[in-house]
Each structure stands twice: as C-alpha cells, then as structure tokens.
C-alpha cells in the first residue's frame, strides 16, 4: 500500500472527508440494510466460487466515452484475456438520471450474479439526492480497484497558466465550468473550490459523461472555460495534435509519479489546498448475492488488480491503486455513504 493509500483511507474512515468536501464534520457510519450473506463484512474460510451460467451484463450508469465507460470496457477486457471467467462480460451503458437508470436496473436483478456494475460517487450522490428507495449498502459490494483523482482542467488556448490564474479570474467574475451531471462529485469540487479560495459563484453545466465535460472545455461549449475532469477522461484531447486540454493542476497530496501525467503540480502547491476527493472506481452486484457467487467476482477483480495490464492503466492515469473487498469495502462503502449524504445535506441537494 503507498503512502498516499495510507493516508486517504485514514481519512475515509475517520470521517474527514466530509469537512473536506463541504465545510463540516464527519459523523456516525449507518448500519446497513444488506443481507448478512450479501455484506462482505467476510470472506469465509472454505466456501467454493460460484461460477455465471450465462453471460454476464457489466452495468455501466453513463453514456459511452466516460470514465465509467472507460474503466468497464478496460477491466472486461483484462477479464477476457486472463480467462478470469467461464462466461463472457458484455459491458452494457445503461445510462440516464444521474445514474438511477442503471441503479435500478441492477437493484431489481437480487440474487442474480450475472449482473454485476461500475460505479463511482455518483452511486451515492444519486440515490440520496433523488431518494430512490434503496441505498448503496443494499448491493452486494465486489471491489474497489483504484482511487481516482480529479485535476483542473482548461482548454489549450486558455490564459491561465497555474491554480492562482484561475482562482484569480474566478474571484473577479463567475465562469463558467461543467461537470458530469447535477449534484453530483464535479459540481461538489467546484463548490469546494469556490469555498476554499473565495471566489465568486461557478455557472455550472451539467453534462452527461466525462467525454461531454471534455469535449465542452474543448470547443468552449456553451462558454465552459473549466473542468475537474479524471485523468483518464481528458487524456485523449491532452495527447492529441494539437492539444485540446491542459491540466493545470492535481488535486492530490502528491504529483503523479509515472505515465503521461508525470510531475504534474498539485494543487496545494499552487495555493489551492484540496488534496483528499477521490472518485471510487469499484464494482457492485445486485443484492443478495450468496457468499459463493460474491467469492467469484471478488477473485475475479483481484485477477484485474494484479494484471500487468492494470498496473500500467493505473499508471498511465495517475490512479492510485486501491483494491478492497470483504470487510474492508463494506466498511469503505457505509463511510461513504455517509460522507456523501452529508455532502447533500450541507448542499440542500435533497429533492
């Protein structure tokens, strides 16, 4: 476990990272509502892999070309070429509703293994702020498999060259910014932008995946002249000639190490203290799955995790690698759940 692991766990579960997010203190972890052989709260000792019978849908909650989208189709295609599975994963983008689409769809499948999802914060933020009537600790939690970062991001053409040139611009007039949906992890940055560095009100645009959000910063869709996209959504127009985006800084403890980001300033270093927002980049199955069919996809995203071809994704996206399953992901999942229902409520997101 690295160093920066270490320290954004502590803080997960110590509550912290609600004072981050939103200016307030952490709180109590609810208990959950999951089926004792669906928590993860264990692996048993001696409980035999259930294996899928059929192909297997991989729920993905956004619209293709986004960082869900992104991660699914990498990790079915990991599964394919390590045979981690006797049926195929068929990556399927059920997307719609900030995420309630494909929520629902899998939360109706209980106790069906052939169904398993992608998600990321919007899993939380969308099941509060519309008040679906589950939660995340209903689902049969799988893995997390990496702690993805968000930098700021502009377009190539921009004049801002550092952090203090955005927030600069920002506190003299609102600009306009965009993010992947309403009331959801983009939108929460910002606002933790705007209450860090006092700068006036963003004009917020949602969009419908983080290829829109880059694709809008890109041609200036709309005015947006700013994002907080994931590595992995703006690389193609960073890398592209000529270059689309560039990114000013990361909001992380430490500047990426390796791949195509490396030495990026973080940035803290600029002024801008946010170190500690992560999207979650996990898997979940419907509820109610047994303790065998859990075991299965559990050992099959380890199988991902440990692929040289993982290692070198992770790498070339400034992720930070980060599998838990058992005890340790449902315990990831309830904090949470709770960080994010009081990011809701210290935002009035609560429909």
Same mark, same amino acid.
């Given at each position: ?17 609600? @004072? ?15 089926? *004792? *052989?669906?928590?993860?709260?264990? +692996? ?37 070429? +390590? ?13 719609? @509703? ?64 550092? &952090? ?5 611009? *920002?506190? %003299? ?10 009331? +959801? ?12 560095? =006092? ?11 983080? *290829? ?13 002249? @700013? ?10 127009? #960073? ?21 195509? #980001? ?22 979940? &199955?419907?509820?109610?799955?047994? @303790? ?6 559990? %050992? ?7 692929? &040289? ?18 005890? %340790? ?5 309830? %904090? ?8 809701? &409520?210290? =935002? =009035?997101?609560? +429909?």
């Amino acid at each position: 476990m690295t160093l920066r692991s270490t320290r954004v766990l502590s803080l997960l579960a110590a509550g912290m990272l609600v @004072a981050v997010a939103c200016g307030g203190g952490g709180g109590g972890t609810p208990a959950s509502s999951q089926p *004792a *052989a669906a928590s993860g709260t264990t +692996q048993p000792t001696g409980v035999a892999a259930i294996s899928p019978t059929r192909p297997v849908e991989f729920v993905i909650s956004t619209a293709p070309g986004g960082g869900s989208d992104i991660y699914a189709r990498f990790m079915q295609g990991v599964i394919e070429k +390590q045979k981690l599975s006797p049926q195929p994963v068929q990556p399927v983008n059920k997307e719609g @509703a900030s995420g309630a689409v494909a929520f629902t769809y899998v939360f109706e499948k209980r106790g069906d293994m052939h169904y398993i999802m992608i998600t990321l914060n919007s899993f939380f933020t969308t099941i509060i702020t519309q008040k679906l009537p589950y939660k995340a600790t209903d689902f049969t939690p799988i893995a997390n498999l990496a702690l993805d970062p968000f930098f700021l991001w502009v377009n190539e053409d921009s004049p801002w060259k550092t &952090a203090p040139d955005f927030v600069k611009a *920002a506190q %003299d007039k609102s600009i306009v910014v965009a993010g992947t949906g309403s009331k +959801q992890e983009d939108e929460a940055l910002f606002r933790r932008i705007q209450s860090t560095a =006092n700068t006036k009100p963003f004009t917020f645009v949602p969009q419908t995946s983080g *290829a829109t959000v880059a694709a809008a910063l890109a041609g200036h869709q709309g005015g947006v002249d @700013a994002t907080v996209n994931n590595p992995s959504e703006g690389i193609g127009l #960073y890398q592209a000639t000529p270059r689309k985006l560039r990114p000013l800084c990361a909001f992380t403890p430490d500047s990426p190490a390796a791949g195509a #980001y490396k030495g990026l300033a973080t940035c803290k270093s600029q002024g801008l203290d946010i170190t500690d927002y992560y999207i979650m980049r996990a898997v979940m &199955a419907p509820p109610s799955l047994s @303790a065998g069919q859990q075991k299965f996809w559990v %050992d099959v995203f380890k199988g991902v995790f440990d692929s &040289a071809d993982w290692k070198k994704f992770m790498d070339d996206n400034a992720l930070d690698p980060k599998f838990l399953s058992g005890a %340790d992901f449902t315990k990831f999942i309830a %904090d949470y759940q709770k960080l994010h229902e009081d990011i809701a &409520a210290k =935002n =009035n997101w609560v +429909q």
